[in-house]
């Protein structure tokens, strides 16, 4: 399925922050990406080039080396509404991969989502919004092979302004995108947006 074709409303369901409401405090809400971080603040200057695009294998780790961000990978659907899935909320440290759209490391554009939080506390992608331009995200697939991503841009966005083609729309190089709730938190409804990494393919090992 063509990433152009999903049609996706919102970026991740079930955004709650169980853990937030918990705990009720501002302090323990997760970082966020400076606008130093954004597409608008100019390329990186540790931009690498892009390397060759892999043949397609499915993804089964991810690591984030600069947030110690070390987390299996399974594969996510689509939910009820059309939103991009998550992994079970049981289970801190997991992250997902879109399993009908492109593996990590072959043209096209990846998507990788897992939780900020649950109800015990951070979860796997609660760091994400501390990345910088130039961080590496590295992605063990099948084949045996680890696809090198550099990081573009971390970027927030609202739910009810999500840019679908920005984020989700296939790409001529091999591109990874990584996702999670974010944003401004509401204990009623909780997170009110997601925060994306944008990466593309550098290396492999």
Sequence with gaps: MSNRSKGWGVALAACVGIWLVQNGSEDVTPPVPSAAQAFAAGPSV??????DPLPASVPVRLRIPETDVDAPVMGLGL????????PPAGNRNMAGWYEQGTTPGAEG?????GHVDNAEGPAVFYTLGALKKGH????????????????????????????????????????????????GFSKKSGYQGNVVAFGHLIGVR
């Design 46 to 51: 540790h931009t690498d080039a892009a390397a």
């Design 109 to 113: 554009t990846a998507i990788v989502a």
């Design 136 to 183: 590496r995200i590295e992605v063990d697939r099948e084949d045996g092979r680890t696809a090198v991503f550099t990081v573009d841009a971390i970027e927030v966005y609202d739910n009810q302004n999500f840019p679908d083609e920005k984020v989700y729309a296939e790409a001529d190089r091999a591109e990874i995108r990584v996702i999670t709730c974010g944003g």
């Design 79 to 86: 939910a009820a509404d059309g939103s991009l899935d998550v």
